[in-house]
């Protein structure tokens, strides 16, 4: 189990252990963390899973994606620690990864 | 050698009133609006998801065409901007270049991306927040001031009154002249010979007095300081100040019919999937909080536009087809919300269902609805608004549907608001 810290925009913390395997999209649905529409389901191309990753977690979590970048480039809140968390797999190496929620999913 | 281009070619006709599961598949053209207006399309789409769910269509007046019926494989589709490209146009009709205007919606990446940029922000959630009492204002003026115990349309006195409000806020468009925008709309959208205009020629005329009124605003609010108006955002923004007419042009309609006739539709579209599903409509008088989900629910059952095309860039494979480049791909989202593969029991209108929110009436990817909240705002207000005031929006009469296989919608909705309906009364 790997855990994820999930920041609303008001503020509330949700804490959960996800599997590994699942994408920290996949983990916030399954534990019905709010603030996470995914509306493709996790094919990223809707854009609407969108999270800020903590500066610290940053280098771990990586680059987006060649298909993640333009959908990325259409949100107006898109800021350098913008990730789609479809595309983000839990893994060991993200024990303790803390994500922000936008206010408003695009 | 005979010359082939001699030969007499076997136009297809419109379908309606035969038979959609004995139909040869080579005779099978959806783009033809006859089924659509006759709402008969919904076995068509059907039967080629069953039998050809990329499907060939050598022999439409408009030009051979593919179409994809599946979600999964639209998907595909729409994932793939470099294969399938958005240029020269979304809808079928290859117009002439001199009456085709560029508009975002049809440009590749890099452009659409700097372009969709510059105006997305207008009706980005943050923003909508600060429209949401006005819209509501709106729609209560609207409801109480319907007509009680007589038929009426309420296409005209509700969808499209309240879709043209919201377009004139956007632009801050004088709202005398709203009526204008609905009407430019309509033009964009008209098939020549259907009603409205009778050659391209005629619309292309008509939508030049739309220029020049929005250029005559656009020189006023480009001397003002930026403001939270579409024309403002245009006039001021980096990838679009120095837009050239035509491009303007372009993108204005592309603003004024991706906020008008969709959100319309949805509206009506509504009202009569609740009359067609008496269930459902209690389920909503019972609980009123299942309306968010309800919205989605909506616009998936109605799904506005009916498809959008690719031109492939270069031969592809898809769904065991060999695309060629140049070829015309038309990706049925009427089609993929009733797939059964990826929405279960698509043919059922629930209000509550589970994952309301994966359909595909938006479309996916990078061309994906810039207007999707503020459709959803308007319908959820609308919704709120009605519940408060009306047991029952009943209809009366068959709808009369829009000639159209790309607007999928509603000129008419005969309905009655009865006072034993009405609440508190």
Redesign the interface.
Known sequence: MTRITYIEHNGTEHVIDASNGDSVMEAAIKNLVPGI?A???G??????CHVFVDENWMQAVGEPGE?EE??L??N??RSANSRLSCQIDVSDELDGLVVRLP???? | MPDITEQPVKRSRSLVGRDPWTTPLDEIDLAHPGIWQANEFLPYLARLRRDAPVHYCADSPLGPYWSVMKYKDIMTVEAAPHIYSSEPTIGIVDVIPEFTLPMFIAMDPPKHEEQRKTVQGVVAPANLKNLEGLIRQRVIAILDKLPRDEPFNWVDLVSRDLTTQMLATLFDFPFEDRHKLTYWSDVATAIPGAGLIDSYEEGFEILKECLAYFSRLWQERARREPGNDLISMLAHGEATRNMPPREFLGNLILLIVGGNDTTRNSISGGVLALNEHPQEYQKLRDNPALIPSMVSEIIRWQTPLAYMRRTAKVDTELGGKTIRAGDKVLMWYASANRDADAIDNPDAFIIDRPRARQHLSFGFGIHRCMGNRLAEMQLRILWEEISQRFDKVEVVGEPTRIYSSFVKGYTDLPVIIRSSAVKGQ
């Open positions: 529409d509306d493709c389901g094919a990223c191309s809707c854009g609407t298909f333009p959908m480039d259409i107006p809140e206010e408003f999913q695009f």
